[in-house]
């Protein structure tokens, strides 16, 4: 009986102290955090950061000069090699009705598809199935319209997204294997607007054609008119895929005072798509995970184990950093008892998904659990699912993959666009993230799992 009570004044205790940090945490971050300024810079003064690109390498710079102030243990780079593709002058994209009429389309290329002209009737789809229907017979000579909407009934954005961008990913090379000359895609997104959304697609061993995203106003009229007879597309493009690169990822950490060994890795990807800012996409990730290291250092606070930020090149067409960040990681023998991405957004926290191998992800998912009461007074939930595609590589090592979840419905408002600038990101929403995600960090570094 003395045990059991001791036992409870213990968690009573550590549950005080524990609540008393977090709250030091968010006190911290909402009122000396720097990375809505770190924001503005890499997302505006940079820009577009796509794998390959003079803003990516800029970006690896930029954001190791800032971690170079940090006071941490290490900071370093890592070689990767990354694909080099590039869009070139702006795209055209118009349609011709039957009575001779045309309309100019906001359209923009997806990455990785080829330069080139394409002027040819369109036959609209909404599955990938229904092109292998169509066939060759149907489908030759002819731009493919690829028109599912993403499903407005899913709550979680993302869900809806998954349910929608095979169309985008795989269409095009599907559409090129029966004769098609080109594809146009709908854009990703739920909202009805003039912004074109770009985003990767993958041929593969299929013939590489000129493809386009229009908007979703754009979509919605093709489809109309289709309706009405037949409709013609022009499409001229100047993209090109030039050799490989080297890139790099960047790398600092915060050594642990007992187990060094054990390494919680908190991360977001650096590369972003060209047309925009990538401020929500990922570069609220990258400075998610440089605040974490800040805000702990200001705190004075002694990490129990490695506490390492990594962020991530060419996860938008390849996961070239990833690859090479695990390859690397396995051969060295290291142990990632937990990894963090924040690849979501700067929208306002939610709480966290947790993913893990099978054999082990049971009772860790239950010990986080329990520190549900110190996170739900900041409106932050524990639910099973998904890491990062970032960290992701690392699942054979057998720890926690952990994904910030911030509020998803205005996401897909900018992802990919020329609108995911830093106006579309705001500071006190970017800094709840933040502190957020610190917090959990501390109570898996104080905890254990």
């Known amino acids: 009986m003395i045990f059991v009570l001791l036992s409870l004044y213990i968690n009573a205790q550590e549950q005080t102290q524990d609540a008393l940090f ?76 039957q009575n001779g009429s045309s309309k100019s389309l906001n359209a923009t290329a997806l990455g990785n598809s080829p330069g080139g002209k394409a ?7 909404f599955t990938l199935e229904e092109v292998e229907k169509l066939g060759r017979r149907g489908i ?68 590489p054609t000129p493809a386009v995203a229009v908007s979703t106003m754009d979509a919605d009229w093709l489809s109309a008119e289709l309706k009405k007879g037949k409709v013609e597309i022009s499409i001229e493009t100047h993209c090109q895929t030039l050799p490989d690169k080297m890139s790099h990822n960047v ?46 250092k200001a705190l004075n606070y002694e990490p129990r184990h490695t506490i390492r930020c990594v962020l991530f090149m060419n996860e938008e067409n390849g996961l070239g950093g990833a690859t090479a960040y695990a390859e690397a990681s396995n051969k060295k023998g290291e142990f990632h008892m937990a990894a963090l991405e924040s690849d979501a957004g700067g929208f306002t926290p939610r709480g966290f998904s947790v993913d893990g191998d099978n054999s082990i992800f049971a009772e860790k998912f239950k010990a986080m659990t329990d520190w549900l009461p110190l996170l739900e007074p900041f409106g932050l939930s524990l639910s099973k699912g998904g890491g990062g595609a970032d960290i992701n590589p690392l699942k054979s090592q057998k720890g926690v993959l952990i994904g910030f979840r911030p509020d998803s419905q205005r996401y897909f408002d900018f992802h990919h666009t020329a609108d995911d600038t830093i106006e579309a990101v705001n500071q006190r929403e970017l800094e709840m993230g933040a502190a957020a995600i610190t917090s959990l960090i501390y109570l898996i570094d104080t905890h254990g799992l």
């Open 22 to 97: 977090i709250k030091n945490i968010y006190n911290q971050v909402l009122t000396e955090a720097a990375c809505y300024d770190w924001l503005t810079d890499l997302s505006t003064d940079i820009g577009g950061r796509l794998a390959g690109s003079e803003g990516a390498d800029a970006a690896v710079l930029f954001t190791k000069s800032i971690m170079d102030t940090l006071g941490l243990d290490k900071v370093s780079l890592q070689e990767c090699t990354v694909p080099h593709w590039e869009r070139g002058a702006a795209e055209m994209v118009s349609a011709t009705l």
């Open 119 to 125: 002027k040819a009737e369109i036959v609209e789809v």
């Open 140 to 207: 030759e000579g002819k731009i493919v319209f690829f028109n599912r909407p993403m499903d407005p009934t899913q709550i979680r954005t993302f869900n809806a997204y998954g349910g929608a961008v095979d169309q985008r990913g795989r269409g095009p090379a599907m559409a090129s294997r029966f004769g098609a000359v080109g594809t146009v895609v709908r854009s990703m997104t739920t909202k009805t607007d003039n912004v074109p959304h770009t985003g990767v697609t993958i041929f593969g061993e299929d013939p």
């Open 251 to 296: 790398i600092g950490e915060i050594v642990g005072s007992t187990y060094p060994e054990k390494i919680i890795l908190v991360g977001g990807h650096l590369d972003s798509w060209d047309i925009g800012g990538g401020a929500h996409d990922d570069g609220s990730g990258c400075v998610h995970a440089m605040q974490v290291l800040h805000t702990l």
